[in-house]
Protein backbone atom coordinates (compact mmCIF):
# COMPACT_ATOMS: atom_id res chain seq x y z
CA UNK A 1 0.00 0.00 0.00
CA UNK A 2 1.20 3.43 -0.95
CA UNK A 3 2.06 6.09 1.58
CA UNK A 4 1.92 9.69 1.12
CA UNK A 5 2.80 12.39 3.29
CA UNK A 6 0.34 15.34 3.88
CA UNK A 7 2.32 18.55 4.43
CA UNK A 8 0.93 21.64 6.24
CA UNK A 9 2.52 24.83 7.05
CA UNK A 10 3.94 24.46 10.31
CA UNK A 11 4.71 28.07 10.54
CA UNK A 12 1.58 29.32 10.76
CA UNK A 13 -0.22 28.49 14.53
CA UNK A 14 -3.31 26.91 12.06
CA UNK A 15 -0.94 24.80 10.34
CA UNK A 16 -2.74 24.89 7.16
CA UNK A 17 -2.66 21.94 4.90
CA UNK A 18 -0.11 22.66 1.86
CA UNK A 19 0.53 19.70 -0.53
CA UNK A 20 0.76 15.64 -0.75
CA UNK A 21 3.20 13.42 -2.26
CA UNK A 22 4.37 10.27 -1.67
CA UNK A 23 5.69 9.07 1.10
CA UNK A 24 9.30 7.45 1.07
CA UNK A 25 8.80 3.42 2.20
CA UNK A 26 10.10 2.54 5.13
CA UNK A 27 10.46 6.59 6.32
CA UNK A 28 8.55 8.47 8.38
CA UNK A 29 7.04 11.68 8.04
CA UNK A 30 8.75 15.00 7.92
CA UNK A 31 8.22 17.70 10.90
CA UNK A 32 5.95 20.07 8.78
CA UNK A 33 3.58 16.46 7.53
CA UNK A 34 1.42 13.44 8.48
CA UNK A 35 0.87 10.24 7.48
CA UNK A 36 -2.98 11.03 8.28
CA UNK A 37 -4.99 11.83 5.13
CA UNK A 38 -6.77 15.32 5.44
CA UNK A 39 -10.35 15.38 4.62
CA UNK A 40 -12.35 16.21 1.95
CA UNK A 41 -12.32 19.96 0.54
CA UNK A 42 -15.69 21.76 1.75
CA UNK A 43 -16.50 25.48 -0.13
CA UNK A 44 -15.87 28.11 2.21
CA UNK A 45 -13.05 26.32 4.66
CA UNK A 46 -9.38 24.89 4.76
CA UNK A 47 -8.37 22.05 5.53
CA UNK A 48 -5.72 22.26 9.20
CA UNK A 49 -3.72 19.78 11.14
CA UNK A 50 -4.35 20.74 14.79
CA UNK A 51 -3.57 18.86 17.74
CA UNK A 52 -2.75 15.41 15.51
CA UNK A 53 -6.02 15.63 13.88
CA UNK A 54 -7.52 17.34 10.46
CA UNK A 55 -10.06 19.95 10.76
CA UNK A 56 -11.46 23.04 9.16
CA UNK A 57 -10.82 26.69 9.54
CA UNK A 58 -13.08 29.40 7.55
CA UNK A 59 -11.24 30.65 4.40
CA UNK A 60 -12.45 33.86 3.03
CA UNK A 61 -9.32 34.58 1.54
CA UNK A 62 -9.32 37.03 -1.34
CA UNK A 63 -12.78 38.11 -0.70
CA UNK A 64 -12.83 42.44 -0.64
CA UNK A 65 -14.61 44.13 1.96
CA UNK A 66 -14.29 47.24 4.47
CA UNK A 67 -12.78 46.66 7.67
CA UNK A 68 -13.56 49.36 10.27
CA UNK A 69 -14.58 51.03 7.13
CA UNK A 70 -11.18 51.04 4.96
CA UNK A 71 -11.47 48.92 1.84
CA UNK A 72 -9.37 45.57 2.70
CA UNK A 73 -8.90 42.30 1.08
CA UNK A 74 -8.68 39.49 3.39
CA UNK A 75 -5.32 37.60 3.01
CA UNK A 76 -5.60 35.38 6.02
CA UNK A 77 -7.36 32.03 7.29
CA UNK A 78 -10.08 32.29 10.18
CA UNK A 79 -13.29 33.54 10.71
CA UNK A 80 -14.00 37.58 9.50
CA UNK A 81 -12.23 39.79 11.46
CA UNK A 82 -13.70 42.25 14.05
CA UNK A 83 -15.35 45.34 11.99
CA UNK A 84 -15.34 43.47 8.76
CA UNK A 85 -17.98 44.94 6.32
CA UNK A 86 -18.96 43.82 2.91
CA UNK A 87 -20.63 46.95 2.50
CA UNK A 88 -19.07 50.45 2.53
CA UNK A 89 -19.77 52.63 5.71
CA UNK A 90 -22.07 55.58 4.34
CA UNK A 91 -20.40 58.97 2.94
CA UNK A 92 -19.54 61.36 5.30
CA UNK A 93 -20.95 64.64 5.32
CA UNK A 94 -17.71 66.07 3.43
CA UNK A 95 -18.01 63.18 1.27
CA UNK A 96 -21.74 64.02 0.75
CA UNK A 97 -20.69 67.60 -0.01
CA UNK A 98 -17.70 67.80 -1.82
CA UNK A 99 -20.09 64.95 -4.14
CA UNK A 100 -22.84 67.97 -4.40
CA UNK A 101 -19.90 70.39 -5.26
CA UNK A 102 -18.60 67.86 -8.02
CA UNK A 103 -22.60 67.67 -9.51
CA UNK A 104 -22.78 71.42 -9.21
CA UNK A 105 -19.97 72.44 -11.22
CA UNK A 106 -21.41 69.39 -13.77
CA UNK A 107 -24.49 71.24 -14.73
CA UNK A 108 -22.61 74.66 -14.63
CA UNK A 109 -20.51 73.03 -16.91
CA UNK A 110 -23.55 71.13 -19.48
CA UNK A 111 -25.34 74.76 -19.01
CA UNK A 112 -22.54 77.10 -20.64
CA UNK A 113 -22.01 74.54 -23.17
CA UNK A 114 -25.48 74.73 -24.01
CA UNK A 115 -25.65 78.34 -23.59
CA UNK A 116 -23.00 78.81 -26.20
CA UNK A 117 -24.44 76.85 -28.49
CA UNK A 118 -27.76 79.07 -27.80
CA UNK A 119 -25.85 82.35 -28.64
CA UNK A 120 -24.25 81.66 -31.28
CA UNK A 121 -27.93 79.60 -32.78
CA UNK A 122 -29.19 83.84 -31.82
CA UNK A 123 -26.16 85.52 -33.47
CA UNK A 124 -26.35 83.23 -36.79
CA UNK A 125 -30.60 84.37 -36.71
CA UNK A 126 -30.06 87.65 -36.25
CA UNK A 127 -27.44 88.32 -39.14
CA UNK A 128 -30.06 86.34 -41.82
CA UNK A 129 -33.04 88.62 -40.31
CA UNK A 130 -30.89 91.41 -41.09
CA UNK A 131 -29.98 90.29 -44.49
CA UNK A 132 -33.26 88.59 -45.50
CA UNK A 133 -35.84 90.22 -47.78
CA UNK A 134 -39.12 89.17 -47.90
CA UNK A 135 -42.07 89.14 -44.85
CA UNK A 136 -42.68 85.39 -45.19
CA UNK A 137 -39.50 84.78 -44.49
CA UNK A 138 -38.24 87.20 -42.01
CA UNK A 139 -41.28 85.62 -39.94
CA UNK A 140 -40.31 82.74 -39.78
CA UNK A 141 -36.70 83.49 -38.51
CA UNK A 142 -38.26 86.17 -36.06
CA UNK A 143 -40.04 83.28 -34.65
CA UNK A 144 -37.08 80.90 -34.45
CA UNK A 145 -34.86 83.85 -33.26
CA UNK A 146 -37.87 84.57 -29.92
CA UNK A 147 -37.91 80.69 -29.46
CA UNK A 148 -33.84 80.39 -28.99
CA UNK A 149 -34.01 83.86 -26.71
CA UNK A 150 -36.55 81.92 -24.36
CA UNK A 151 -34.35 78.78 -24.33
CA UNK A 152 -31.15 80.70 -23.56
CA UNK A 153 -33.43 82.87 -20.65
CA UNK A 154 -34.35 79.32 -19.58
CA UNK A 155 -30.64 78.08 -19.38
CA UNK A 156 -29.74 81.81 -17.42
CA UNK A 157 -32.35 81.01 -14.80
CA UNK A 158 -31.30 77.21 -14.47
CA UNK A 159 -27.43 78.80 -14.26
CA UNK A 160 -28.54 81.14 -11.16
CA UNK A 161 -30.32 78.40 -9.49
CA UNK A 162 -27.22 76.07 -9.86
CA UNK A 163 -24.80 78.62 -8.90
CA UNK A 164 -26.90 79.88 -6.15
CA UNK A 165 -26.90 76.07 -4.73
CA UNK A 166 -23.05 76.19 -4.98
CA UNK A 167 -22.57 79.21 -3.18
CA UNK A 168 -24.18 77.53 -0.51
CA UNK A 169 -22.05 74.42 -0.44
CA UNK A 170 -18.85 76.40 -0.63
CA UNK A 171 -19.95 78.31 2.10
CA UNK A 172 -20.17 75.06 4.15
CA UNK A 173 -23.96 74.87 3.49
CA UNK A 174 -25.82 71.59 2.19
Known sequence: MTEYNYYFDDTDPLKPYRSECVANKGSLPPLNATRIAPPPEVEGKWRVFKGGKWGYVEDHRGEEGYLNGVPTEIKALGPYPSGWSATPPPPTAEEIRAQ?????????????????????????????????TGLAGNAELVQKLAVEKSYLSNLETQAKAERDKLAGLLNGGE
Open 100 to 132: SIAECQAKLAEIDLKSTRSIRAIKVLEDEISTT
